[in-house]
């Protein structure tokens, strides 16, 4: 028996359930984020202050977002200025300069201010500390630089398979292969699900020649009969040094399609995409599962991969839109 839109799932990194929490558009998804990170039941039993209303009174969605976020500066108290943190008058006396943004804070050794963690049991703050919650997909990540007129005319978003007498290929630019081979993170091929495909694991080195991508024979065979739809080639490289600053890191993802003569969709981001507010250690595992509300999930992850990228497994992410479940919602399949 089929299961319905409603009640199935999609496993992901708890960074990019975190990105859901904080930038979906909808509140059934952002509270189907905040289930798989933060159980309600949980959120229940535990307490901080928010500077305009009672803190119970807030949606459920908000009080994980805050209660995940006081965590992770409890867990880090040293990076303050990374995770937003606000002196404390703004919260004691607000005024114009904090404008529309609500302010939580909490109370070192407070008898009422406790979280029930899904690790530690309850327990009380340790750090005094008030802070204002991530409000885009861009305050999740560490930094998004914009790309420069001549860097982005390499890195182009429209790749279509050429099929000639060696097989099948993907152009690329050869200044964008030259600086992924010189990388210290080979490109890969992922499942949907962000497992890396064996089949490419030992050869990897071999994925480019020429100026193109090019997948073995075997390959060439799945995705013709679409059996990587939704997969994706990801890879790291560096930017050419500019004045003498550091060398900037660029990210490429390239999502394939159900066939040989779907475009494959590229995400191209430059920055440093690691997680703003890192979950490692705060939460039982490094996947959750998190519910499709009807589709809309899958539809706004996608969203927000081509904005930020998502992390999906051990690679960057940047589009989800041959997913072979957000497939299944579009043509209608339960």
């Known amino acids: 028996m089929y299961s319905t839109l409603s009640d199935r799932t999609i496993r992901l990194d708890a960074s990019a359930a975190f990105q859901l929490l904080v930038a979906a558009q909808s509140a059934d998804v952002r509270e189907a984020a905040a289930e798989a990170l933060f159980p309600r039941a949980l959120a229940e039993l535990s307490q901080l202050d928010c500077n305009d209303v009672p803190f119970e009174s807030l949606p459920y969605e908000e009080r994980a977002l805050a ?10 108290p040293r990076q303050a200025t990374r995770l937003r943190v606000q002196p404390l008058y703004r919260f004691l006396a607000p005024g114009p300069e904090t404008g529309s943004v609500r302010v939580f804070r909490m109370r070192r050794n407070a008898r009422d201010q406790r979280v029930v963690t899904q690790l530690r049991g309850s327990r009380r703050w340790q750090t005094s500390a008030a802070f204002v919650l991530p409000q885009t997909a861009t305050d999740t990540v560490l930094q998004i630089c914009d790309w420069g007129e001549v860097e982005q005319r390499f890195y182009r978003r429209a790749y279509k398979w050429v099929v000639g007498s060696e097989g099948a290929m993907l152009n690329i630019h050869s200044r964008v292969k030259g600086r992924a081979l010189r990388s210290w993170q080979s490109p890969v091929l992922l499942s949907h699900e962000g497992e890396r495909i064996c089949a490419l694991d030992r050869a990897v080195d071999k994925l480019f020649e020429g100026s ?123």
């Open 212 to 334: 193109a991508i090019k997948l073995d024979s075997s390959m060439i065979l799945r995705l013709c009969a679409g059996g990587l739809a939704g997969s994706v080639i990801s890879f790291s490289n560096q930017l050419p040094i500019v004045r003498g600053h550091r060398p900037r890191d660029a990210t490429l993802s390239i999502e394939l399609g159900p066939s040989i003569d779907s475009s494959a969709v590229g995400a191209f981001f430059k920055g440093n995409l690691d997680p703003r507010y890192g979950l490692e250690g705060l939460l039982p595992s490094a996947r959750v599962q998190v519910g499709l509300a009807g589709g809309r999930t899958l539809e706004q992850l996608d969203d927000i991969a081509k904005r930020v990228g998502v992390w999906h497994g051990e690679r960057i992410r940047g589009s989800f839109e041959y997913h072979p479940l957000r497939t299944g919602v579009l043509k209608g399949v339960a």
């Open 67 to 76: 209660l995940l976020v006081a965590t992770v500066i409890e867990a880090n």
